[in-house]
């Protein structure tokens, strides 16, 4: 029987991280996340955890720490936003590079300039090539679902990869909810130890940040991303046990009432709660619409999302980031190369939304599925890259 409780999404990262009991936690504050080091910090203060944590001078500082902590055995973490994130840029591709499992919060929030606190994802998309699994998060309860998985995930023996657990910055991060926790001892259980094959302190040969000749280094990306295909069977593999535990159950993504949608939305974060309200109206007037959630952005799941959207007539993709291409969001370019092999293909459009913390009215999701509905009537996608509640626009 779980722990029913009330928490902000910040609040329950850190209390997942305590259950934990990390060797490491080095990070340094940044809005929206910072709320999340403040929490942990207290529980070092209260001896509720025998973490050492490690106060830094900057995010390049905090991923170095567990980079050096993680490769000397130990198990580390850290918590950071937009910023903060793109300042641990150089050393993400490290600790992916160096193989090692390393886990980081992120609290989503847009990119300067301008300076802008609120919410978007253009942290983590842009990151989304760095190596890193990444994993999204609806609600508070996900947040800290997700954080659990996360380390199981990143450090079995077919990954070692490190994993990013995404929320809503505000939105999530600071609303409070009814979440049901796990008891202390389950989730100690369920993570168990961190037993690295090798480490610095083993006594063995071992090099980390050694200079990589093309003799070596290509096979070395090669291993990499064999990895991060692989991580997609343990994802799931993480996800059925973590069900059988907690009665939650997850997936690379969610389909909400897809069996017969003709017109489909997919979002990632706490857009879909707003979606989901969408889709119980349209369908209370006969609409045969759904939407996917994707949780699981890293690995890609491209042959299970192209298997959910081939009865699709019509598909928006919506994207809380910029990729600045001129074609459209990071999500949107996925989603449609996946589509590609479809005998029959559903017609893809791309909507940006949501940037810099804007807003999203159930209005603006029922825009994008009226907009839908005439791609599906003229059988013609028409405007491919598009917006949605920008003023003017």
Not at 18 to 43: L, N, R
Not at 135 to 144: I, K, M, P, R, W
Not at 341 to 351: A, F, G, S
Request: glycine share 8%; net charge negative; hydrophobic share 40%.
């Amino acid at each position: 029987m779980g722990i029913r409780e009330r928490l902000s999404g910040n609040e329950a990262v850190a209390v997942a991280l305590k259950q934990i009991d990390p060797d490491v936690v080095a990070a340094y504050p940044i809005t929206p996340s910072t709320e999340v080091p403040q929490y942990f910090a207290q529980f070092v203060a209260d001896g509720q955890v025998n973490t050492e944590f490690v106060t830094v001078e900057s995010e390049h500082s905090a991923m170095s720490a567990c980079i050096t902590a993680t490769a000397a055995g130990g198990r580390s973490a850290t918590i950071t936003s937009a910023c903060g994130l793109a300042l641990m840029w150089e050393l993400l591709y490290v600790a992916s590079g160096s193989r090692l499992p390393v886990t980081l919060a992120v609290v989503n929030r847009a990119l300067s300039g301008p300076i802008n606190i609120n919410n978007d994802h253009s942290d983590s998309m842009g990151a989304r090539d760095s190596g890193w699994i990444q994993l999204y998060s609806e609600n508070n309860q996900e947040a800290y679902d997700n954080y659990i998985m996360s380390l199981r995930i990143a450090e079995h023996k077919d990954v070692m990869l490190p994993v990013m657990t995404c929320q809503d910055g505000f939105i999530t991060s600071h609303a409070i909810e009814n979440i049901e926790l796990l008891e202390d001892d389950k989730v100690k259980k369920f993570v168990g130890e961190y037993k690295p094959e090798h480490s610095l302190l083993s006594g063995e040969r071992l090099s980390i940040g050694p200079y990589d000749t093309p003799m070596f280094y290509f096979e070395h990306q090669y291993q990499r991303a064999r990895a991060m295909v692989d991580s997609k069977k343990v994802i799931l593999e993480v996800s059925k046990e973590f069900g059988e535990l907690s009665g939650r159950h997850y997936g690379l993504f969610e389909e909400y009432k897809m069996e017969d949608a003709e017109r489909a939305i997919i979002v990632l974060n706490s857009t879909a709660g707003t979606a989901k309200a969408v889709v119980d109206e349209l369908r209370s007037k006969g609409e045969k619409v759904g939407i996917i959630k994707l949780r699981v952005f890293r690995p890609f799941p491209m042959e299970e999302l192209a298997k959910a959207l081939a009865h699709v007539k019509a598909v928006a993709v919506m994207d809380k980031a910029e990729s600045f291409s001129g074609i459209g969001g990071p999500v949107f370019g996925d989603v449609r190369s996946a589509c590609y092999e479809l005998k029959t293909r559903p017609h893809i459009i791309n909507y940006i939304y949501g940037l810099g913390g804007r807003d999203v009215p159930m209005s603006d999701i029922q825009i994008v599925f009226d907009a839908l509905k005439e791609v599906v009537k003229n059988d013609n996608p028409g405007e491919i890259y598009r917006h949605v509640g920008v003023r003017g626009v």
